[in-house]
């Protein structure tokens, strides 16, 4: 099975997550959840980043940039990459780990 160009891009971002030990999920609506949500969802050192990964000179439609700006003004990280900025992801990690090294989750009450 030949690989798309954005599933190249998406292949990219998870290798650099991995690297760096952080949890991640795609989000899949399946016609039941909320249209416009970024491709990976990330979790790193207790900060939300969502991934939206785009092919060439693709764009993000009207509704994923709704759900960026919705991401961004609850103080989320949002981000669009492709194959020419998929450095971003790196930088923003990089930039987590040196600014929030002793980040910790909020205390859930569950038995370790």
Do not use: W
Request: hydrophobic share 40%.
């Amino acid at each position: 099975m030949a690989s798309t160009p954005e599933k190249k891009v998406k292949d990219k971002v998870v290798a650099l997550l991995k690297q760096h030990g952080a949890y991640y999920f795609f989000p899949a609506t399946y016609g039941m959840g909320r249209a416009g949500v970024p491709d990976i969802i990330v979790c790193y050192r207790g900060l939300f980043v969502a991934v939206e990964c785009k092919a060439g000179k693709g764009r993000t439609t009207a509704l994923q940039e709704r759900e960026l700006a919705a991401i961004r003004k609850a103080n989320g990280i949002a981000v669009v990459v492709n194959e020419t900025n998929i450095d971003l992801v790196e930088k923003i990690l990089n930039t987590i780990e040196k600014e929030n090294k002793h980040a910790r989750a909020i205390p859930t009450g569950e038995t370790p």
